[in-house]
């Protein structure tokens, strides 16, 4: 860590890092804000050995371009850096976040069982291609992967072909958001599937990645993006533009609701359930799980009822930021 920050807050914003680490935190796109934030000092503040109001009304301009999150992200990691300074006894102005534009609210896209139907349907026909040889073999066991399983993006592109127990059907999920890893049990079905996929495309055995790029290392996430965004077109559902989704999340979404839905009509008690569907999905607290049974009860009006008599105290207010 030493040496990346040249600028007189360099040792404080290695300290910061180096604790956040330390207390299990990855902090990896915060030291780029805070190198970015150092050469901005070098610039500007050359002699300023602490955080003022007047660095912080330049670096916390909004952009012509810029979204309300990235402002908040940008100006959030130097508020961490001048709270830390101050506890060290610093005299640093802490910007006041509460004061940051808000984000407009995502209302996440619950797919229907008729548009999944018409969305695996174009997935499966994905075609061979010379330039991407595994494509027709990859996107049919992936986006079944996210839909089945609830993953997160990162984390199916980041499976390891050591990380894929087909014999039991059980995925090891490494480093999630969270920092932490979990094992995934997949269906029957969907294990099969991915046998017969491990069988064509790993039997030589020199990928790495159980869904290799043509140059064997990790598929991006943007590849898997526009593939996604044609199929959404092919299957004739309509997508609102950036930010307005139906996204590759949405697919996690759809399982956790899904999920609960069936828990609820099988007459299965939350109170037991609740907890192995946060822990498979990967969540760090109950509060996210429980968004999934609000979703659930507003796009399912005929639960409603059955829902709100059982677990209305577990409806959680707060936004859809997924942990």
């Known amino acids: 860590?030493?040496?990346?920050?040249?600028?007189?807050?360099a040792p404080y914003m290695t300290g910061l890092v180096e604790q956040k680490r330390a207390s299990g935190y990855k902090y990896n796109e915060q030291v780029k804000l805070l190198r970015k934030f150092d050469t901005f000092c070098l610039e500007h503040f050359p002699d300023e050995s602490t955080i003022t109001r007047d660095m912080l009304d330049i670096w916390g301009a909004v952009k012509p371009y810029e979204q309300p999150g990235t402002m908040r992200n940008r100006?959030?990691?130097?508020?961490?850096?001048?709270?830390?300074?101050?506890?060290?006894?610093?005299?640093?102005?802490?910007?006041?976040?509460?004061?940051c534009p808000k984000e407009s609210k995502y209302i996440p896209h619950i797919h229907s069982e008729d548009e999944l139907q018409r969305l695996f349907r174009q997935i499966d026909c994905c075609h061979y291609s010379p330039e991407v040889p595994n494509r027709h073999l990859i996107m049919p066991v992936l986006f079944r992967i996210l839909y089945c399983c609830g993953l997160r993006l990162g984390e199916?592109?980041?499976?390891?072909?050591?990380?894929t127990d087909l014999a039991s059907g059980v995925l090891l999920?490494?480093?999630?958001?969270?920092?932490?890893?979990?094992?995934?049990?997949?269906?029957?079905?969907?294990?099969k599937r991915c046998r017969a996929y491990a069988e064509q495309v790993h039997r030589n055995g020199s990928h790495k990645y159980f869904f290799p790029a043509p140059d064997g290392g990790m598929i991006s996430e943007m590849n898997i993006y526009s593939n996604f965004r044609g199929f959404l077109y092919k299957a004739g559902i309509s997508h609102g533009g950036?930010?307005?989704?139906?996204?590759?999340?949405?697919?996690?979404?759809t399982f956790a609701v899904h999920s609960l839905k069936r828990m609820v009509l099988a007459g299965k008690d939350l109170a037991v359930y609740h907890q192995a569907l946060k822990t498979y999905m990967g969540h760090s607290f109950f509060k996210y799980t429980a968004y999934y049974l609000q979703l659930t009860k507003d796009m399912f009006p005929d639960i409603?009822?059955?829902?709100?008599v059982h677990y209305n105290e577990w409806f959680c207010a707060e936004g859809n930021k997924d942990g």
Not at 83 to 96: C, E, H, K, R, T
Not at 156 to 163: A, P, S
Not at 182 to 189: A, G, L, Q
């Open 1 to 9: 860590m030493s040496g990346i920050f040249n600028s007189r807050l």
């Open 75 to 99: 100006v959030t990691v130097i508020s961490h850096l001048a709270a830390y300074m101050v506890s060290l006894g610093q005299d640093a102005f802490i910007f006041p976040t509460n004061e």
């Open 156 to 163: 199916v592109l980041r499976l390891e072909v050591c990380d």
């Open 173 to 191: 999920i490494r480093n999630s958001k969270n920092g932490n890893d979990r094992y995934v049990p997949m269906s029957e079905e969907l294990t």
């Open 242 to 253: 950036k930010g307005k989704g139906p996204r590759i999340y949405d697919f996690r979404h």
């Open 304 to 308: 409603r009822t059955k829902i709100e």
